[in-house]
């Protein structure tokens, strides 16, 4: 490091413009910190953009940062109405691309750059002398390839998991051949828009999806609807658990009739015979021709699928490639930060009751740095954007030096509805078996089908509730949402 370096000066590293980066810049800037920010993708919040048709189930309320709403207000923006279900479409148009023109973020704003390390400058991770006040070191790419060095006093890594998604194979592993069909192009990318923008490219085509939560269960009925208009079209679902009925949820008994009802239409759609589903099939391999043939082990032995398309609907992990030279310090099962984590693995919390929490929780041996965000959740489902908006303000002020304010974290969700539901499995909808009974209500041992996330509001409480106390006891969630992953990162329910 230069000998005349003040770390101080030196900008805050936010990595992503998602709804967490970008609202990291505005904690930052309002604190009178220097936000640096890299997007990987061409546009602000391009995961985002990638989800654009699928509408979000917390209202608009819970979706602005708070910073973010004082940096916009004297622009003229208009705030959306606090009770609309934004899709991810409006959210990033009336939102998140407001917020990044903004002035402030748009000059500290690197699109197309992607962080492909982050270290500290002149120390790998095993030195340790003069560490916590040498610069951090960001080594970033550019649309055209090239490499640049990029120095900050601190980094907030908020670049989510979206490109990350679990592997199709058993185990958490890749099954064989999987890379080949991925790049292939026979595996698509996560919850594409099979009626709108991606159409083309399933009209006509035999699809088969994998998984066993709500993105399986909105891409089937998306892929059912196309069916109804494109001939030809033709699908299969594919599922490692023995029985699909805890993605049907409750059928006409469902306390929340909007998801009874897309239950009861799934599941129509199955007995009709419009979606042929493959139970109990474990994915051993891929053979990539022109079309895909998807190898599983199952029961009755092995079975072969032919297939044009596959689409993964297994839930996400954090890549935490990029941080091979960062202290890390995260829990074993859910690589969340450490402390974090027991409070939200989604095998012994299925309602994710999860205390506010801020820097400090957010922590790791390694000082200033701090992942947040869809991230921050590891590979637990049940993160909200609201939550992600008080670990950023609470690590502004922690850089900033105002401990009192970081240390003060609060975070008031209703107790019902901002995160809500799955398709099944939840305790407010009567189960069709017993084993998504229990598995919902937070019995360590069984493993929910439909989905990991049974809730996880509200985040409000104090303490963390007991594991099997709060999902059974909470008031009915309002709305139908969709939680991003299964726990542990397994693709659908029991390993066999
Ligand atoms: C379909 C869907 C529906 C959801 N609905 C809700 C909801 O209703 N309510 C709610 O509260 N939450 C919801 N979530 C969960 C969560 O709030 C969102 O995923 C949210 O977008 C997370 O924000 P983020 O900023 O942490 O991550 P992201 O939105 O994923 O943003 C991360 C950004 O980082 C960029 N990036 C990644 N790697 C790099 C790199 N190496 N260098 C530079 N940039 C990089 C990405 O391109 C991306 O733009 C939903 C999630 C999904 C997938």
Same mark, same amino acid.
């Given at each position: 490091?230069?000998?005349?370096?003040?770390?101080?000066?030196?900008?805050?590293?936010?990595?992503g413009?998602?709804?967490?980066?970008?609202?990291?810049?505005?904690?930052?800037?309002?604190?009178?910190?220097?936000?640096?920010?890299?997007?990987?993708?061409?546009?602000?919040?391009?995961?985002?953009?990638?989800?654009?048709?699928?509408?979000?189930?917390?209202p608009?309320?819970?979706?602005?940062?708070?910073?973010?709403?004082?940096?916009?207000?004297?622009?003229?923006?208009?705030e959306?109405?606090?009770?609309?279900?934004?899709?991810?479409?409006?959210?990033?148009?009336?939102?998140?691309?407001?917020?990044?023109?903004?002035?402030?973020?748009?000059?500290?704003?690197?699109?197309?750059?992607?962080?492909?390390?982050?270290?500290?400058?002149?120390?790998?991770?095993?030195?340790?002398?003069?560490?916590?006040?040498? $610069?951090?070191?960001?080594r970033?790419?550019?649309a055209?390839?090239?490499?640049?060095d990029?120095?900050?006093r /601190?980094?907030?890594?908020?670049?989510?998991?979206?490109?990350?998604?679990?592997p199709?194979?058993?185990?958490g592993?890749?099954?064989?051949?999987?890379?080949?069909a991925?790049?292939?192009?026979?595996?698509t990318?996560?919850l594409?828009?099979?009626?709108?923008?991606?159409?083309?490219?399933?009209?006509?085509?035999?699809?088969?999806?994998?998984?066993?939560?709500?993105?399986?269960?909105?891409?089937?009925?998306?892929?059912?609807?196309?069916?109804?208009?494109?001939?030809?079209?033709?699908?299969?679902?594919?599922?490692?658990?023995?029985?699909?009925?805890?993605?049907?949820?409750?059928?006409?008994?469902?306390?929340?009739?909007?998801?009874?009802?897309?239950?009861s239409?799934?599941?129509?759609?199955?007995?009709?015979?419009?979606?042929?589903?493959?139970?109990?099939?474990?994915?051993?391999g891929?053979?990539?021709?022109?079309?895909?043939?998807?190898?599983?082990?199952?029961?009755?032995?092995?079975?072969?699928l032919?297939?044009?398309?596959?689409?993964?609907?297994?839930?996400?992990?954090p890549?935490?490639?990029?941080?091979?030279?960062?202290?890390?310090?995260?829990?074993?099962?859910?690589?969340?930060?450490?402390?974090?984590?027991?409070?939200?693995?989604?095998?012994?919390?299925?309602?994710?009751t999860v /205390?506010?929490?801020?820097?400090?929780?957010?922590?790791?041996?390694?000082?200033?740095?701090?992942?947040?965000?869809?991230?921050?959740?590891?590979?637990?489902p049940?993160?909200?954007?609201?939550?992600?908006?008080?670990?950023?303000?609470?690590?502004?002020?922690?850089?900033?030096?105002?401990?009192q304010?970081?240390d003060?974290?609060?975070?008031?969700?209703?107790?019902?509805?901002?995160?809500?539901?799955?398709?099944?499995?939840?305790?407010?909808?009567?189960?069709?078996?017993?084993?998504?009974?229990?598995a919902?209500?937070?019995?360590?041992?069984?493993?929910?089908?439909?989905?990991?996330?049974c809730?996880?509001?509200?985040?409000?409480?104090?303490?963390?509730? $007991?594991?099997?106390?709060?999902?059974?006891?909470?008031?009915?969630?309002?709305?139908?949402?969709?939680?991003?992953?299964?726990?542990?990162?397994?693709?659908?329910?029991?390993?066999?």
């Open positions: 490091m230069p000998e005349n370096t003040d770390i101080s000066e030196l900008p805050v590293a936010v990595i413009a998602g709804p967490v980066g970008l609202a990291a810049a505005a904690e930052l800037l309002e604190r009178g910190l220097t936000p640096i920010i890299f997007e990987a993708g061409a546009t602000p919040a391009s995961a985002v953009a990638s989800w654009g048709h699928i509408r979000l189930f917390s608009w309320q819970y979706d602005v940062d708070a910073a973010a709403r004082r940096l916009l207000v004297p622009t003229g923006w208009q959306p109405d606090a009770e609309t279900l934004p899709t991810g479409a409006e959210l990033h148009e009336q939102y998140l691309s407001p917020l990044a023109a903004v002035p402030a973020i748009a000059d500290a704003l690197h699109t197309s750059t992607r962080v492909l390390a982050v270290s500290r400058e002149g120390l790998d991770k095993t030195r340790t002398g003069g560490r916590e006040n040498t $610069p951090f070191l960001l970033v790419q550019d055209e390839g090239a490499v640049t990029y120095r900050a /601190a980094v907030i890594d908020a670049s989510g998991t979206w490109h990350t998604p679990n199709l194979g058993q185990a592993l890749r099954a064989v051949g999987e890379t080949d991925f790049e292939a192009g026979l595996i990318g996560p594409p828009d099979v009626v709108g923008r991606d159409r083309a490219r399933f009209a006509g085509k035999h699809v088969l999806v994998v998984g066993a939560g709500h993105s399986a269960a909105n891409t089937l009925l998306a892929l059912g609807e196309l069916a109804e208009q494109e001939p030809g079209t033709r699908i299969s679902w594919a599922i490692r658990s023995a029985s699909a009925n805890g993605v049907y949820g409750g059928g006409d008994l469902d306390g929340l009739p909007a998801r009874g009802a897309l239950g239409r799934l599941r129509t759609l199955v007995s009709d015979g419009r979606i042929e589903l493959h139970t109990s099939f474990t994915i051993t891929f053979k990539t021709s022109d079309t895909l043939a998807v190898i599983g082990n199952t029961p009755d032995g092995e079975k072969q032919d297939v044009d398309l596959l689409v993964p609907a297994t839930g996400f992990r890549d935490l490639d990029l941080l091979r030279e960062i202290r890390l310090d995260l829990d074993p099962a859910v690589e969340a930060p450490r402390e974090l984590g027991p409070l939200i693995d989604p095998e012994f919390h299925s309602c994710g /205390a506010p929490h801020g820097a400090k929780m957010l922590s790791h041996p390694e000082k200033d740095f701090y992942i947040v965000g869809m991230k921050s959740y590891g590979r637990a049940t993160f909200l954007m609201a939550t992600g908006y008080e670990q950023v303000r609470s690590i502004a002020a922690a850089l900033a030096g105002d401990q304010a970081a003060d974290v609060q975070l008031v969700l209703p107790e019902t509805g901002v995160c809500s539901t799955d398709l099944g499995g939840s305790c407010d909808a009567p189960a069709d078996g017993a084993a998504e009974a229990v919902c209500c937070g019995v360590p041992e069984a493993e929910p089908e439909a989905s990991s996330s809730c996880g509001a509200p985040e409000a409480a104090p303490e963390p509730a $007991p594991a099997a106390s709060s999902c059974c006891s909470a008031p009915e969630p309002q709305f139908l949402g969709i939680p991003t992953g299964l726990e542990h990162g397994r693709s659908a329910a029991r390993e066999s």
